[in-house]
């Protein structure tokens, strides 16, 4: 049924009503839609910053050809700016290319964060040169980009089990094109429309598997283990690949993580998308679809040579490291509950989350920034920061800016195009740390960094 023209209406939340008073409720909801905002007061102090190239195809027009007999109703396919330099922001926001974003507090100064010192805060200078630019000015001066074997294991974003089977599958952003399951009503056909090639036809898959087994296929690392698998806190690279350091028993223990993966081939210097999603129908694992914009594996940035520092099957060969990610049930519950959303998300919304780091340096690759703002277009039902957990992230209810690792979330949001917008307090002035035009995913998470590219040195 559409509602037009009352806005949309969403699936009242269900997951923990039985399902036939969950249909009833839905029913007597009718067209009924969340209850309007007051207005925004204009803002006093806007200004309209530039932002990078989104690559998410949020340029082209939803064809007509849904992929079957689901309602199409008119969508947006393209992010539409929520303000100007004139109105549209509260006071206490700025308005940075259509999206209002908090103004950061004059006297929270916004630090890059080490990797190599448990990312704690540094007086290394921030490097801010690829904000508002364009890819392709990026790479200009880099060496020519050929192919190398993306490889390393599936990371988790919270709690969860070892992520095996899971299907790794890479996109060429220029390619990818989710706008065209935009106004699919019908929730079950909008979630095979955007699991189809609809969207785009990966250049690659995969499937994650046990590290334990990951040596028939050549894709374990030869590193040296210390006795009875024992390793300094933190020091994941002193494990075997798809183990990490933590506390087993009271010691500091490698254990048994992640699947590993590797696909040959992928193309350097050029922007990517990459979908992690489980590799079977109804996975006992719960994972959610999450799509990573904003990755490109840079021709300065290959892997060091050498058996213990890439895949046996690949020593000697372009290589890169990169870790993708994947959320489980369990965290997809816990942050909206944590930050006192009652009943979780809405059935078919999405989520927005990602690490805030700068743009790295031929030194250096990209690193976390600490205290940053962060402003979503189309609005969330909340935005969280976290504790500074690696291994166990946490809404912090306290926190009101990115924390050591730069992490955020936004999360209940309406699928469609959107826009993240980021602000830091740097050297006494509020500066643009970035903009990435995503496109939500029902029932997904979408990863937004920036303005660094991804993949970054982590662990």
């Known amino acids: 049924m559409l509602c037009a023209p009352a806005p ?85 926001e700025i308005c940075i290319s259509g999206v209002c974003v908090p103004k950061p507090a004059k006297d929270v100064k916004s630090q890059l964060t080490d990797p190599n010192n448990d990312n704690q805060p540094t007086t290394e200078k921030m490097d801010l040169s690829c904000v508002g630019k364009d890819l392709a000015e990026v790479i200009k001066d880099l060496p020519k980009g050929g192919k190398a ?21 890479v996109f060429l952003a220029a390619d990818f094109h989710p706008e065209k399951c935009a ?34 296929q050549g894709w374990l690392v030869e590193r040296p283990k210390k006795a009875e698998a024992e390793c300094d806190k933190g020091k994941h690279f002193q494990c075997p690949h798809g183990y990490v350091c933590d506390k087993i028993d009271g010691f500091p223990k490698c254990g048994k993580g992640h699947g590993v993966y590797a696909i040959e081939d992928v193309p350097l210097n050029t922007r990517l998308v990459i979908r992690t999603r489980a590799s079977k129908a109804n996975d006992p694992a719960g994972w959610h679809d999450t799509y990573t914009y904003n990755v490109v594996l840079f021709s300065t940035h290959l892997d060091d040579k050498g058996k213990d520092k890439q895949p046996s099957k690949y020593v000697d060969k372009d290589t890169v490291l990169y870790n993708p990610t994947i959320v489980g049930e369990g965290q997809w519950q816990l942050v909206p509950s944590t930050i006192g959303i009652v009943g979780g998300i809405y059935e078919g919304d999405g989520v927005i989350g990602g690490r805030i780091r700068d743009c790295g340096t031929k030194d250096r690759r990209s690193w976390p920034i600490l205290d940053a703002k962060i402003g979503i277009g189309v609005p969330p039902e909340g935005i969280s920061y976290f ?6 992230p946490v809404p912090n209810k306290n926190r009101v800016t990115t924390n050591i690792i730069g992490r955020y979330a936004a999360v209940g949001i309406t699928p469609g195009p959107n826009r993240v917008a980021v602000l830091g307090q740097v050297d006494g002035k509020t500066v643009e740390l970035g903009i990435q035009d995503v ?14 590219f991804i993949p970054h040195w982590n662990k």
Do not use: H
């Open 183 to 216: 106004g699919v009503e019908d929730p079950d056909e909008a979630q095979a429309c955007f699991a189809s090639d609809k969207i785009g036809k990966p250049i690659a898959t995969v499937k994650s598997v046990d590290p334990d087994t990951a040596g028939t």
């Open 149 to 169: 074997t993306m490889w390393g294991r599936v990371d988790r974003f919270g709690g969860g089990p070892v992520t095996t089977d899971v299907e790794v599958a």
């Open 439 to 452: 496109y939500v995913i029902p029932n997904a998470l979408v990863i937004a960094s920036m303005p660094g």
């Open 8 to 92: 949309k209406t969403r699936a009242l939340r269900t997951l923990a009503l039985p399902v036939a008073l969950a249909a009833m409720l839905v029913s007597l909801a009718g067209c009924l839609g969340k209850e309007d905002k007051d207005p925004p007061a204009d803002n006093d102090a806007v200004t309209d910053g530039g932002g990078t190239d989104a690559s998410s195809g949020s340029d082209s027009s939803a064809g007509s050809d849904s992929g079957g007999s689901a309602d199409v109703a008119a969508a947006p396919t393209k992010f539409e700016p929520k303000c100007t330099a004139d109105k549209g922001c509260k006071a206490t």
């Open 387 to 392: 504790n500074d957990s690696e291994l166990d």
